[in-house]
């Protein structure tokens, strides 16, 4: 196989990855832009197997490369099968780390035998490799560094599951954090530039140590209320540690493939940044984890209405219009199907009934949209916050449905600790169901005076049982 025709078909993947992520960003076109990424992801691994046979002239290299496809890809196609979606964001945050560990394992590999890479021409008198490359394998080790160890920390925090203090979602926070982040940094730059001058394996290594020490102390002090936005900032940080290692390896479809990820990881942080009221700087920093441990104050017991799933039923079938608002507590409860059958039921009677998407409900970005649609909810009852705000002043019901921060009032309030963050105003519809397990607080901490209005009424208990219950008191 000839190079032209190696390049040939490594931008026509990089255009499959390109199609890939255009067709991601609308749930209607997201199937074919599945397919795309697949079939680039098939075409640059065939290429790269067929490069590495040409390179090596025999196949004895090819076998430990098939190995690793058939294991990899094993592994991975089982995880995605048997996997919960209430698990996905831990999921993703173990790709995530996996990316990161292969950017570093690749960047140690082509240090130690950089002939083997081809990164050696124009390296001077000596040999060794070029001082360009040197600076990339650095930068790209150390990010993925960072992303491996930090993939980790969010994985721990997401499960929820783990005693160890650093795997809990309340944030880690010490007198001097941030400036113990900049002391890290600081030598982490200075490894750099030694790496650069020397080529040392010392100054290398020490530089990927502190990039897996920064990765925990940067997500460390960020609690759960968060964890959507650490998701697409370390999605964004494996992105550019693939495109660091590109550059040095010279192939241009890590680099393009790479760099898409990292920046649209990056433009998903900033949107859900925006959707948080978050600072994007800070967040790149690992500087927000505190705001959110400080909005939890202690809860006061104050009444609120309570009803049953019959009453619930009844006042939706007088409605005209219903907006069902999910949250986690729904995805917890797998009541998805369930979700989709009442709101099948409702529009069976002659009820216009859409859904209203926050941003950061879930637990990553598009948590919710996921689990619509493996429901087969229609795409054109889905909507975006943006879309739907202005509606539920004319909906005769909103239904809120195991969410609680993202549709709190507290958010209008100057001096409350989510002030400025976007909330779904669920609280203007006419009447409001709220369905939860108990009264506690969200991620923030914060009493929900959604709850405590005159026009909420409480429906307590498991997300899944009350819509069946809903259900079948509408029939």
Request: hydrophobic share 50%.
């Amino acid at each position: 196989m000839s190079m032209n025709l190696v390049t040939l078909l490594y931008l026509v993947a990089s255009v499959c990855f390109i199609q890939a992520l255009k067709g991601l960003s609308h749930p209607t076109t997201s199937i074919r832009g599945n397919i795309f990424g697949m079939t680039g992801m098939a075409i640059a691994v065939l290429t790269t197997a067929a490069l590495i046979l040409r390179l090596a002239g025999s196949a004895q290299g090819l076998g430990w490369v098939l190995l690793g496809l058939v294991v990899g890809g094993g592994y991975g196609a089982w995880r995605a099968k048997t996997v919960e979606m209430t698990k996905m964001p831990e999921l993703v945050a173990f790709f995530h780390s996996m990316i990161g560990l292969a950017a570093v394992c690749i960047a140690a590999a082509t240090v130690a035998e950089p002939a083997a890479f081809s990164v050696m021409e124009g390296a001077g008198e000596q040999g060794g490799i070029p001082p360009g490359n040197r600076i990339e394998l650095a930068l790209g080790a150390f990010i993925g560094a960072v992303t491996f160890s930090g993939s980790v920390i969010a994985w721990g925090k997401l499960s929820g599951k783990s005693k160890f203090r650093l795997f809990q979602g309340a944030p880690v926070v010490f007198a001097g954090q941030h400036w113990l982040n900049l002391l890290l940094g600081v030598l982490a730059l200075v490894g750099v530039a030694l790496f650069w001058q020397t080529q040392g394996a010392i100054a290398f290594a020490a530089v990927c140590v502190l990039g897996f020490v920064i990765g925990v102390t940067l997500i460390i002090p960020i609690g759960g209320a968060d964890m959507p936005v650490v998701v697409s900032m370390l999605n964004s940080y494996s992105g550019w540690a693939a495109a660091g290692i590109g550059f040095s390896l010279n192939n241009s479809m890590l680099i393009i493939a790479g760099s898409l990820v990292g920046s649209s990881g990056a433009i998903l942080s900033y949107i859900m940044c925006k959707a948080m009221n978050r600072s994007f700087f800070s967040v790149i920093l690992g500087g927000f984890g505190g705001e959110a441990a400080a909005g939890a104050a202690t809860q006061v017991q104050r009444q609120v209405k309570t009803g049953s799933a019959e009453d619930a039923a009844f006042v939706l079938s007088n409605a005209e219009r219903v907006i069902i608002v999910p949250g986690y507590g729904l995805a917890v409860a797998r009541a998805q199907h369930a979700v989709k059958e009442l709101a099948q039921k409702l529009s069976e009677k002659g009820i216009a009934v859409k859904f209203a998407i926050h941003p950061v409900a879930g637990r990553m970005p598009g948590h919710m949209n996921v689990l619509l649609a493996e429901a087969e909810v229609p795409y054109d009852q889905v909507f975006e916050m943006e879309d739907i705000n202005n509606e539920f002043g004319q909906a005769d019901v909103a239904i809120v449905l195991g969410a609680n921060d993202v549709v709190n009032p507290a958010a209008l309030q100057k001096g409350s600790p989510i002030y400025g963050m976007p909330i779904l105003e669920a609280y203007k519809a006419k009447t409001v169901i709220v369905n939860k397990r108990s009264m506690a607080a969200g991620y923030a901490g914060l009493d929900n005076e959604l709850f405590y209005m005159d026009k909420t009424m409480m429906v307590f208990g498991d997300a899944k049982k009350v819509v069946e219950d809903i259900v079948k008191a509408l029939e």
